[in-house]
């Protein structure tokens, strides 16, 4: 199930905000976030402290605008923060601190959460070639965080105000489409060597308790199957954003995080689909030749890593990479792309 994700943030700061949305967008259109919302979304003549409060009370992931205003404002540091830290303890939300202009956050009391982007790394910072960098950095830690709380825990739907359940249909009307995103059931989880075992053990002659454990059996088998069915539509989907992503005609936006991203996505579906049940092969055209095709993407991204000697990249001053790089990802992307012709 899609999150809700609440952002907390100062007024001068509404631009950054602005633009984050944009790059959410694929977050949501994957069908992985329901709502990003902030008090501008608040109607006239609603109580906006309420409002505020019940969208904070109920949202799964937190993003804290951290900025010299955003520390500086007495609300948003006394009143939101507080809120948001007493939810993350209590394990109710997950609170992610966004670093979008240099400032002293180390004292604060979401400084022992990871903050994004990457290396804490405020948004305006000029080692970024373009922002944009910086964003994508945010948006990638934003979609493992989703997939890490979708993973362990099921998320529910909270209790809503009147005026959140009006918002939200008034969200719910906008031309969005959405995949949905599939809740894990708790039995799909056993180990094969848990179901091995539980295959194997010497059981009663009585008829009714084989009966009864085979078919307990076909269902774990079952369940499992369309879990995994499930996962690697998932799969697909985020292969298509990072095959898109892969326009090598900007080349010196691509860095060596990306490649390295790509590879644990890569080396994370081939073990999934090296292990999943028979009567998941109706997700492919050819399974083999999809499987076979990641492999040979995937061999492409190393090939790719072990062109850019570390310390020759560094020394370069325009941090353009050795040509075999962008040589490796335009062949990873021509089997990617027949990769997904054939899912």
């Given at each position: 199930?899609?999150?809700?994700?609440?952002?907390?943030?100062?007024?001068?700061?509404?631009?950054?905000?602005?633009?984050?949305?944009?790059?959410?967008?694929?977050?949501?259109?994957?069908?992985?976030?329901?709502?990003?919302?902030?008090?501008?979304?608040?109607?006239?003549?609603?109580?906006?402290?309420?409002?505020?409060?019940?969208?904070?009370?109920?949202?799964?992931?937190?993003?804290?605008?951290?900025?010299?205003?955003?520390?500086?404002?007495?609300?948003?540091?006394?009143?939101?923060?507080?809120?948001?830290?007493?939810?993350?303890?209590?394990?109710?939300?997950?609170?992610?601190?966004?670093?979008?202009?240099?400032?002293?956050?180390?004292?604060?009391?979401?400084?022992?959460?990871?903050?994004?982007?990457?290396?804490?790394?405020?948004?305006?910072?000029?080692?970024?070639?373009?922002?944009?960098?910086?964003?994508?950095?945010?948006?990638?830690?934003?979609?493992?965080?989703?997939?890490?709380?979708?993973?362990?825990?099921?998320?529910?739907?909270?209790?809503?105000?009147?005026?959140?359940?009006?918002?939200?249909?008034?969200?719910?009307?906008?031309?969005?489409?959405?995949?949905?995103?599939?809740?894990?059931?708790i039995s799909v989880e056993i180990s094969s060597h848990q179901l091995s075992q539980s295959?194997?053990?010497?059981?009663?002659?009585?008829?009714?308790?084989?009966?009864?454990?085979?078919?307990?059996?076909?269902?774990?088998?079952?369940?499992?199957a369309v879990d995994v069915s499930e996962r690697l539509k998932i799969y697909r989907s985020?292969?298509?954003?990072?095959?898109?992503?892969?326009?090598?005609?900007?080349?010196?936006?691509?860095?060596?995080?990306?490649?390295?991203?790509?590879?644990?996505?890569?080396?994370?579906?081939?073990?999934?689909?090296?292990?999943?049940?028979?009567?998941?092969?109706?997700?492919?055209?050819?399974?083999?030749?999809?499987?076979?095709?990641?492999?040979?993407?995937?061999?492409?991204?190393?090939?790719?890593?072990?062109?850019?000697?570390?310390?020759?990249?560094?020394?370069?001053?325009?941090?353009?990479?050795?040509?075999?790089?962008?040589?490796?990802?335009?062949?990873?992307?021509?089997?990617?792309?027949?990769?997904?012709?054939?899912?």
């Amino acid at each position: 199930m899609p999150v809700n994700i609440f952002c907390s943030y100062a007024r001068k700061d509404i631009a950054f905000l602005n633009k984050l949305k944009q790059h959410l967008t694929s977050l949501q259109r994957e069908g992985l976030v329901s709502t990003l919302w902030y008090d501008h979304e608040i109607s006239a003549g609603t109580e906006w402290e309420k409002e505020i409060d019940a969208h904070l009370n109920s949202a799964q992931i937190i993003l804290l605008l951290v900025s010299p205003d955003f520390i500086a404002s007495e609300y948003c540091y006394s009143k939101e923060v507080q809120q948001a830290m007493e939810r993350h303890e209590k394990g109710e939300a997950t609170v992610i601190p966004i670093i979008l202009r240099p400032v002293s956050w180390q004292g604060t009391p979401f400084s022992k959460l990871h903050a994004l982007p990457k290396d804490a790394r405020p948004i305006t910072d000029t080692r970024w070639n373009t922002q944009d960098f910086g964003y994508y950095s945010i948006t990638e830690g934003i979609r493992k965080a989703i997939h890490e709380l979708t993973s362990q825990h099921p998320v529910t739907e909270p209790v809503q105000s009147e005026n959140t359940q009006k918002s939200e249909i008034l969200e719910a009307e906008k031309p969005l489409p959405q995949m949905e995103q599939p809740d894990r059931p708790i039995s799909v989880e056993i180990s094969s060597h848990q179901l091995s075992q539980s295959i194997n053990t010497p059981i009663s002659s009585s008829n009714h308790t084989s009966q009864s454990s085979d078919t307990a059996q076909q269902s774990l088998s079952s369940e499992k199957a369309v879990d995994v069915s499930e996962r690697l539509k998932i799969y697909r989907s985020r292969l298509a954003h990072m095959e898109v992503t892969l326009d090598l005609g900007r080349v010196s936006e691509f860095t060596d995080d990306f490649a390295k991203e790509l590879d644990h996505l890569l080396r994370e579906i081939v073990s999934t689909m090296r292990t999943m049940p028979p009567n998941t092969t109706q997700c492919f055209k050819s399974e083999s030749d999809v499987l076979e095709n990641l492999r040979q993407a995937r061999i492409q991204v190393i090939m790719a890593l072990e062109s850019i000697p570390y310390l020759l990249y560094i020394t370069i001053m325009n941090r353009t990479k050795p040509e075999a790089f962008y040589q490796a990802l335009s062949t990873c992307r021509e089997y990617l792309e027949i990769a997904l012709n054939n899912w």
